[in-house]
């Protein structure tokens, strides 16, 4: 059994994102709207995944385009005010991620209580937003000094928007990534989000691994879940859960609880 049953409550589980809208800095952020827009806009996504089923949420930056390697104090700050704002209508297991920021992501998890998260801790990637370097050594000894120790590490081992610098295969990588930092999970993504993870990808990764929590990372639909449940642990489902699977909308009850009970019929 995997740590998942634990902390999330299920295996095959279903981690819901809960996007939050531009903050101040972000070159989105609506200053006539404020950060009370951001709030109850995460308010109402919070509560629709909620009620639709989902086993677990994430928050994240995902509108704070384009995306920094290194986020400002101001961006992890307006996160965790709008958490805060919320923590007492959370009612499922939670996660953070600061995009693209491992560090800051800890700092927001040691700061909310937050169970997991998702980031790029290891590799050396050519990107959209420039070269993109990591140093797991140094981020691992990070959340230890922060006494965050339990929280779980999601590591996005094909990470969106970027290649892998060296030629490596996904197995490959999985494998020594899982020999030499021991992440909690591995996450495999298509090349945006909302695309398609690669089922040969996704299946090239768990055998390599079989012993490691493998998640589908992006692109799950109603119509593709229990293929993708066949064979990973888990998902990470966001843009299928919005008003007519577009990444822009707000979610859908509705399209939360029809993909929900896919899922269930799934574990059954």
């Not at 902390?7 to 709207?33: N, S």
């Not at 140093?135 to 000894?141: A, P, S």
């Not at 879940?225 to 577009?246: C, H, N, P």
């Amino acid at each position: 059994m995997s740590w998942l049953k634990e902390v999330i409550g299920t295996e095959k589980a279903i981690i819901a994102m809960c996007h939050l809208a531009p903050l101040p800095g972000d070159p989105g952020f609506r200053t006539d709207q404020g950060m009370k827009y951001a709030v109850e806009r995460a308010r109402a996504d919070l509560h629709a995944l909620q009620n639709g089923g989902v086993d677990a949420v994430m928050f994240s930056n995902e509108y704070s385009l384009p995306y920094l390697t290194n986020v400002k104090t101001e961006t992890v700050a307006a996160m965790a005010r709008i958490i805060g704002e919320l923590m007492h209508e959370i009612t499922v297991p939670f996660g953070v991620n600061v995009l693209w920021d491992a560090w800051k992501s800890l700092d927001l998890a040691a700061a909310t209580g937050a169970k997991f998260i998702r980031e790029i801790f290891t590799g050396v990637y050519a990107s959209d937003f420039g070269l993109w370097n990591t140093n797991c050594g140094e981020t691992v000894r990070h959340q230890y000094a922060l006494s965050a120790q339990d929280v779980k590490l999601l590591f996005n081992i094909v990470p969106e928007a970027s290649a892998y610098i060296a030629g490596r295969t996904p197995g490959a990588i999985a494998k020594s990534t899982v020999f030499n930092c021991h992440p909690d999970a591995l996450c495999v993504s298509g090349q945006i989000a909302g695309a398609p993870t690669d089922s040969s990808i996704l299946a090239e990764v768990k055998k390599a691994v079989p012993d490691t929590v493998v998640f589908a990372n992006t692109g799950c639909r109603k119509e593709t879940i229990t293929e993708q449940l066949s064979i990973a642990d888990g998902a990470v489902v966001a843009t299928t859960f919005k008003y007519d699977g577009i990444f822009d909308n707000m979610v859908d009850e509705r399209r939360v609880a029809e993909f929900m009970e896919v899922v269930r019929s799934v574990r059954e």
